[in-house]
């Protein structure tokens, strides 16, 4: 395991601090696979997971944070997309052996998302007065 939910990530939203929990286990299962030597097939199975429970969680909280007149929700949004279309990139370079795979993009992914959550999404908990 590379990285453990921990209160301090809480957003203060029991649906979205869930679903940051189940995407921290998603990453936890793909860093798992790559130490146990999994195969490519394996390998992009898990990152396919990955992406495709990244984009439902944004759209949550994307919607949550309009449902709240969240005013930053722009550049909220565009870092999504960033990090969306980083892993995209990531999956496409694995699915044409393009890409040796790493722990060096397991911390990217695993960087990201703490501080993600730690730097912008308790933004708009404050904002919104849960934590
Ligand atoms: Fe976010
Ligand atoms: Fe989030």
Redesign the pocket.
């Known amino acids: 395991m590379i990285l453990k939910w921990t209160e301090d990530l809480s957003?203060g939203h029991e649906t979205?601090d869930k679903?940051?929990q189940k995407?921290i286990s998603l990453l936890n299962d793909f860093y798992q696979g790559l130490m146990d030597g999994k195969s490519k097939e394996k390998l992009t199975e898990l990152v396919v997971g990955m992406l495709d429970y990244t984009k439902y969680?944004?759209a949550d909280?994307e919607r949550y944070m309009k449902s709240i007149g969240y005013p930053d929700f722009d550049a909220h949004k565009e870092k999504?997309d960033y990090y969306v279309n980083r892993i995209t990139e990531f999956y496409e370079k694995i699915k044409n052996d393009r890409l040796i795979l790493s722990l060096e993009v397991t911390n990217f992914l695993k960087t990201w998302l703490i501080n993600?959550?730690k730097g912008?999404?308790q933004q708009y908990a404050r904002f919104a007065n849960n934590i």
């Open positions: 957003v979205l679903e940051h995407w969680h944004f909280e999504h993600h959550i912008t999404d």
